[in-house]
């Protein structure tokens, strides 16, 4: 089975860096995915890993490290529009992807 | 393109009844799934489909049908609705091998069951 831990709430300062944190277990392993979901809206793609190391678009930015089973998701020059819940998702492979139960991030002034 | 699409967007049922939700895909996807949320699950699979004439099961099947005549279009069936079954549903699409990781999805339903 698959199985995800991300931290349920995070709060952060607008213009400040936020790190969202991801540890998994799953019985096969294709990449890590991160997608974003405003109140009331469906969730959007950000970013994919499927090698260890950093990945980078803009304000956001995905790590990976397989040994570790772990990744995150990092925020730059926080704004007001980018509180929303981050969703952390492992691919299979031979499925589709199984998701965390999101982290909800607020960002405050 | 419209992407992916879904209806109705809103849905109030009764207990033991039966209703589709529809959702249909312009982008030519090979692989549709549904998902539904509920707050602080996370989005949990229900069924999914790797082609027309193909589906499977996910993580909570039970309660739900599907089938995919069509490559655009994967409707899901409550064969009698439940309260457990009141949450948001959504539809979602990703083309290819491997691009499991980037998925489509819909607008989403909400349902509620009385």
């Known amino acids: 089975g698959q199985s995800l831990e991300q931290p349920s709430e995070v709060t952060a300062v607008e213009g400040a860096i936020v790190q ?4 998994y277990q799953t019985s096969g392993f294709y990449g890590l995915s991160w ?15 499927a090698l260890d190391g950093l990945e980078e678009t803009g304000r956001f930015s ?20 980018d509180s929303a819940s981050y969703f952390c998702a492992v691919s299979p492979g031979n499925t589709p992807l199984v ?9 405050i002034a | 393109n419209a992407g992916v ?56 099947p039970n309660g739900y049908n599907v089938s ?9 069936r409550l064969l009698s609705a439940a ?5 948001v549903y959504f539809c979602a699409s990703a083309s290819g091998q491997g691009v499991y990781s980037e998925q489509y ?3 989403g339903t909400r349902l509620t069951v009385t």
């Open chain 2, 5 to 60: 699409t879904q209806t109705p967007k809103f849905q109030v049922l009764k207990t033991g009844q039966s209703m589709t939700l529809q959702c249909a895909q312009d982008m030519n996807h090979e692989y549709m799934s549904w998902y539904r949320q509920d707050p602080g699950m996370g989005l949990r699979l229900i069924h999914y489909s790797v082609g027309a004439g193909i589906t499977d099961q996910g993580e909570v």
């Open chain 1, 35 to 49: 997608y974003q979901q405003h109140d009331g809206g469906a969730p959007t793609f950000l970013s994919y890993n």
């Open chain 2, 105 to 107: 999805f819909g607008p």
């Open chain 1, 20 to 23: 969202i944190n991801c540890t």
């Open chain 1, 62 to 81: 995905s790590f990976l490290s397989r040994s570790d089973s772990y990744g995150y998701l990092l925020l730059q020059e926080l704004q007001m529009k």
């Open chain 2, 68 to 76: 995919r005549s069509t490559t655009e279009d994967f409707p899901l």
């Open chain 1, 99 to 107: 998701f965390g139960k999101g982290t909800r991030l607020s960002v």
């Open chain 2, 83 to 87: 309260p457990s079954q009141t949450s």
